[in-house]
């Protein structure tokens, strides 16, 4: 147990045997005492005091003087005004300190048979054109949640669901054929998914000369749009391929197939992997079907044109149309049919969508739907939503000058890496490839990192140089701690220096504040796992982080000759290296041996 869940918990007890007062552990959160103070941490005693009849003062005595009496953990206490202040027992650190080295994978809690099944959806891309910036946003969010959400002993399935069908892929497919000259993905060296997105660009820049020629002869635009021969030759593509046409769905299952291998090279890079993959293609006749079961139970009402809408008014929403007068499925059919297929795989506890803002709606509407259909997580589903992500004016404008290629964009990080790194004289007497590596790692880590520290509801603006400071609350300044203190680890090792016992020693207060620390990482990843916050843990991290290097710039390791002091030092070390580690692999970021 934390020194914060001890000390609540002895804090409840006090207040109901001195007042009578049920006070739930969980309410009574004690605070890091000021640094004017003397103590470790303080509880606020104010919201007891009218219960009590006595004066802040009062109260916060005699709480104090109950769990010095009463809980050995606490050492002695100081009082201002409501606040009281309490000292813990320095021997109570070292084994506080003892029980994260010799705790596996500490912070994090076991998976068991019974332990609830959370899905967790990121990335969820069409396949017309690569990711973008916005997508790693996206996937790096939802890969931290889940390996957060795991951490706090879910079992939890990633999943992505590929708008693979449609007219957008469709575009590409048809301005591959008019102006494709055969070109494959090895043909002209380029990625699958680049390949498509080019062709996509092609068709819109043809269409848009097309509906401008038509405008010029006096059409409206939107009837332009509507006669432009290219939309019409994309438009019956589509239906070709809903009727099955051979030779549409083999040019459709080999360009999707291009583009499958780029974005596995993406996600590779990124270091992202999911566990079940679901394509529209599968899923939107699913819907279809279960959009008529619910036409039957009276769920969803059908008008006069033949199409299919639930009435959502008694919710506060509108009316949603679920089937087109033709019987084609919309976005919101392919979502429920998708739930469905999902459900029949894995008994789902809790659904959990990456997906950005401007589908907060439309997951308000799934949500209902799901729920009115009999899906018993479809009432609680999450939206994980989040805000848009844009470079500094001028930076890397990509290929189409609107938004940021994923793999440039890594690309780009880990070539500054390389250069900031050289500069610094990080990589002198590494040999090539482990500087590569490195490079590779504190390059991805910078971008990470940066995408994950803020509160994913922001819109924010990476900033590419910002991110790979080495000083400051940056993933490569983070790595680069973990490597140093790798380095000591090593040192000590070579030569044959080991942690003996230090339970007898008293820490000093840097050390303190180590420990202290290091003891709140279990309820940090808690609460990131309850409040869906891979923040939370990068911040832990950077002031982990900070603390260690306050300690590590006033004292001497493996200088020090006293060697129970010696082995307090080590031990902290080996603590604080463990849970940068599991932090950093919370957020998906690695942590190298040097650097
Ligand atoms: N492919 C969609 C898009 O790019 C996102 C899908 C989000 N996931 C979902 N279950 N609807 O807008």
Redesign the pocket.
């Known amino acids: 147990m934390s020194i914060e869940n001890i000390l609540a918990q002895a804090v409840a007890k006090a207040v109901k045997e001195l007042y009578g007062i049920e006070a739930a552990p969980e309410s009574i959160v004690p605070q890091q005492t000021k640094k004017e103070f003397e103590g470790n941490l303080t509880i606020v005693v104010f919201p007891w005091v009218k219960e009590a009849r006595k004066s802040p003062e009062a109260v916060a005595t005699e709480i104090g003087n109950w769990i010095v009496d009463n809980e050995p953990a606490v050492a002695r206490f100081n009082v201002v005004k409501g606040f009281l202040n309490i000292v813990i027992e320095p021997r109570f650190w070292n084994s506080a300190l003892k029980h994260v080295v010799d705790t596996p994978d500490y912070g994090t809690v076991a998976v068991t048979d019974k332990s609830p099944l959370v899905m967790v959806?990121y990335s969820?891309?069409?396949t017309n054109k690569p990711l973008h910036l916005g997508h790693l946003r996206n996937i790096l969010l939802g890969y931290s949640l889940s390996r957060i959400l795991k951490a706090c002993g879910n079992k939890v399935v990633k999943t992505n669901?590929v708008?693979d069908r449609g007219i957008h892929i469709c575009k590409s497919m048809l301005a591959w054929q008019k102006w494709g000259n055969g070109a494959t993905p090895q043909s002209v060296g380029k990625k699958g998914d680049h390949l498509i997105g080019d062709f996509y660009v092609l068709f819109d820049k043809h269409y848009k000369a097309e509906v401008k020629e038509l405008m010029e002869k006096g059409l409206s635009q939107e009837d332009a749009e509507k006669q432009s021969p290219l939309m019409l030759e994309a438009r019956e593509m589509l239906r070709r391929w809903e009727q099955k046409d051979p030779e549409v769905r083999k040019l459709w299952e080999m360009m999707n197939s291009w583009v499958y291998d780029g974005f596995d090279e993406t996600y590779k890079r990124m270091g992202v992997d999911f566990d079940k993959i679901y394509y529209e293609s599968d899923t939107y006749l699913e819907g279809k079907d279960k959009v008529l079961e619910g036409l039957e139970k009276g769920i969803m009402y059908r008008k006069e044109d033949g199409s299919v809408w639930a009435d959502l008014t008694a919710d506060g929403l509108d009316h949603k149309l679920l089937l087109r007068s033709d019987g084609t499925s919309v976005y919101m059919t392919q979502?429920i049919g998708?739930a469905k297929l999902r459900y029949q795989d894995y008994p789902i506890d809790k659904m959990i969508?990456v997906?950005g803002n401007e589908q907060n709606y439309h997951f308000q509407v799934l949500s209902l739907l799901l729920d009115k259909l009999g899906f018993k997580w479809g009432k609680d589903l999450v939206h994980f939503s989040y805000g848009m992500v844009e470079l500094p004016e001028g930076k890397m404008k990509s290929r189409e000058g609107t938004v940021v290629d994923a793999d440039d964009l890594m690309a780009e990080m880990v070539n500054t890496a390389r250069e900031v790194s050289k500069e610094l004289g990080k990589l002198d007497g590494i040999d090539e490839a482990e500087a590569e590596a490195i490079c590779e790692t504190v390059g991805m880590g910078a971008l990470k990192y940066f995408l994950l520290k803020v509160d994913p509801v922001k819109n924010m603006t990476f900033n590419p140089k910002e991110s790979i400071d080495f000083n400051g609350n940056t993933g490569p300044f983070i790595q680069y701690t973990y490597a140093r203190i790798r380095s000591v680890l090593r040192k000590a090792e070579q030569s044959g220096v080991k942690i003996g016992n230090y339970m007898t020693v008293e820490p000093n207060e840097k050390e303190i504040a180590v420990i202290q620390a290091l003891t709140d990482f279990p309820s940090v990843v808690q609460k990131a796992g309850q409040i869906y916050s891979p923040a939370l843990i990068a911040n832990y991290a950077y002031e982990l982080v900070k603390l260690f290097n306050q300690f590590y710039h006033d004292y001497t390791i493996l200088g020090e000759t006293d060697e129970a002091v010696r082995s307090l030092r080590l031990a902290i070390c080996q603590a604080v290296a463990a849970t940068v580690k599991t932090a950093m692999g919370l957020l998906g970021i690695n942590v190298p041996e040097r650097m």
């Open positions: 959806e969820s891309p069409n669901i708008n979502d998708t969508y997906v």
